[in-house]
């Protein structure tokens, strides 16, 4: 979330932002109840110093016997106004948190000015479309014929939007995935595999809570959710926590299982791998100094990168712009692959700057060289999301008989250089 002071006292900056990102959230009842914050405690302070004075004044009347009630009753009036005093401000700051709770981070100015994904700006790709001398099919047809994946059975055993994978289809999910987790150690990221299910602290902390609940997976009766992302447990991993500067930047790369309810989506992409209830992930998260976010930013979206330049699939970069850009990211950089099926580029991972916003969440600090205590500056991305990376490996290297070319780099993981 953002500093309460820096917004109070940028309040037009703060409206700015907002308005470029079209959120039609209103400040004025935080700044009404931010100045009333300020009221309460300048009361608050001076009625206990008017109560400390009389204390100390009392304690000399009654030691020189002089007659004291009126003061003594004056100032457990004083004492009684304080507790009111104390429970309104109460009330106040606990209003104050939920209004930031839901507040955009503010975007950088770096990135375009638009009003949805149309306006997002194309930075750079790897290599061009697939072109094939056949009509090339969907990656679900392939698979559902090969006997690959199979939704149908997925809705019979939980729903719709899940896929059982058979075969050779699950051995190139794990191997996709080993993959990823391979090129990410090799290139200094720590493996972790974290817990499946996270408590409300950790979602609150990554800013997938308050404000997105409808998206997520509660566990009934409890108070642990799924994790719709590895972001949110590994991100976790330093809540209130203080780092040290020698240790940063911190870089995490985790698999886990994806949980989300897709609240919103009702009709896009119901076929296929690309939008499911559960898919796999491989995640990067960094935590860094506040000064090299920004270049380790550009790090992140190149290692993510790198796994469809092994694969050899074609996609794009784009910078997302402020009507696209996620709540919590101050910048974001979509990669995008190359599907045959839909005729364009599908989203694959969001590599985002999330600066000091989740990191003033969950409390994570770290201590600079002078022993000064400041916040890190978080980023993640997906490297990349597991499912949709065999997808885009089904179609691109798709043959006319319906069999699936391994890529190269694949083949190690798999032991065939074909799918039949």
């Known amino acids: 979330m953002l500093d309460l002071r820096f917004v109070c006292d940028n309040i037009?900056?703060?409206?700015?932002?907002?308005?470029?990102?079209?959120?039609?959230?209103?400040?004025?009842?935080?700044?009404a109840l931010a100045a009333e914050?300020?009221?309460?405690?300048?009361?608050?302070?001076?009625?206990?110093?008017?109560?400390?004075?009389?204390?100390?004044?009392?304690?000399?009347?009654?030691?020189?016997?002089?007659?004291?009630d009126e003061l003594i009753a004056s100032m457990k009036s004083k004492g009684e106004e304080i507790k009111k005093l104390d429970a309104r401000l109460a009330e106040v700051e606990a209003r104050?948190?939920?209004?930031?709770?839901?507040?955009?981070?503010?975007?950088?100015?770096?990135?375009?000015?638009?009003?949805?994904?149309?306006?997002n700006v194309e930075v750079r790709r790897f290599m061009e479309p697939t072109e094939f001398t056949f009509s090339p099919l969907s990656h679900w047809d392939i698979g559902e014929k090969r006997g690959w994946f199979n939704p149908q059975q997925a809705a019979k055993i939980t729903?719709?939007?899940?896929?059982?994978?058979?075969?050779?289809?699950a051995r190139l999910e794990r191997?996709?995935?080993?993959?990823?987790?391979?090129?990410?150690?090799?290139?200094?990221?720590?493996?972790?595999?974290p817990p499946f299910m996270?408590?409300?602290?950790?979602?609150?902390?990554?800013?997938?809570?308050?404000?997105?609940?409808?998206?997520?997976?509660?566990?009934?009766?409890?108070?642990?959710?799924?994790?719709?992302?590895?972001?949110?447990?590994?991100?976790?991993?330093?809540?209130?926590?203080?780092?040290?500067?020698?240790?940063?930047?911190i870089k995490y790369c985790a698999y886990t299982a994806c949980f989300r309810g897709e609240a919103g989506s009702a009709g896009r992409d119901t076929r296929g791998l690309i939008r499911q209830h559960q898919f796999n992930k491989v995640e990067l998260v960094k935590f860094t100094r506040p000064e090299t976010s920004f270049e380790e930013l550009e790090d992140l979206t190149n290692e993510a990168e790198n796994i469809l330049k092994g694969l050899k699939i074609p996609y794009r970069v784009v910078c997302l712009c402020t009507g696209d850009i996620g709540f919590g990211s101050c910048k974001t950089y979509d990669i995008e692959v190359w599907m045959p099926s839909y005729g364009r580029f599908v989203e694959i991972s969001s590599c985002s700057n999330y600066v000091d916003f989740q990191a003033r969440r969950a409390n994570i600090k770290f201590r600079d060289t002078d022993g000064k205590v400041k916040?890190?500056?978080?980023?993640?991305?997906?490297?990349?999301?597991?499912?949709?990376?065999?997808?885009?490996?089904?179609?691109?290297?798709?043959?006319?008989?319906?069999?699936?070319?391994?890529p190269d780099v694949l083949r190690k993981y798999i032991g065939t250089d074909i799918l039949k």
């Open 12 to 31: 037009e900056l703060v409206k700015d932002k907002l308005a470029k990102r079209n959120s039609k959230l209103s400040l004025d009842e935080l700044t």
């Open 96 to 119: 104050l948190t939920e209004i930031m709770y839901v507040i955009p981070n503010l975007v950088d100015d770096s990135i375009p000015v638009g009003a949805d994904d149309s306006d």
């Open 175 to 193: 191997a996709v995935i080993n993959y990823m987790l391979d090129t990410h150690t090799a290139a200094g990221y720590e493996e972790v595999l």
């Open 198 to 249: 996270v408590n409300r602290d950790s979602m609150i902390g990554t800013g997938q809570l308050p404000k997105f609940e409808e998206d997520m997976y509660a566990i009934r009766d409890s108070e642990f959710y799924l994790v719709p992302t590895a972001e949110v447990p590994v991100t976790n991993l330093h809540r209130n926590e203080i780092l040290s500067e020698k240790d940063l930047p």
């Open 159 to 169: 729903g719709a939007r899940f896929t059982v994978y058979h075969g050779l289809g």
């Open 37 to 68: 914050r300020r009221a309460v405690i300048k009361n608050t302070e001076s009625l206990k110093a008017e109560k400390n004075k009389a204390s100390a004044e009392i304690a000399v009347m009654k030691k020189n016997k002089q007659p004291c």
């Open 375 to 406: 916040l890190v500056h978080t980023l993640n991305g997906s490297g990349l999301a597991v499912g949709r990376t065999v997808a885009a490996i089904v179609e691109n290297y798709q043959n006319e008989d319906g069999s699936v070319t391994v």
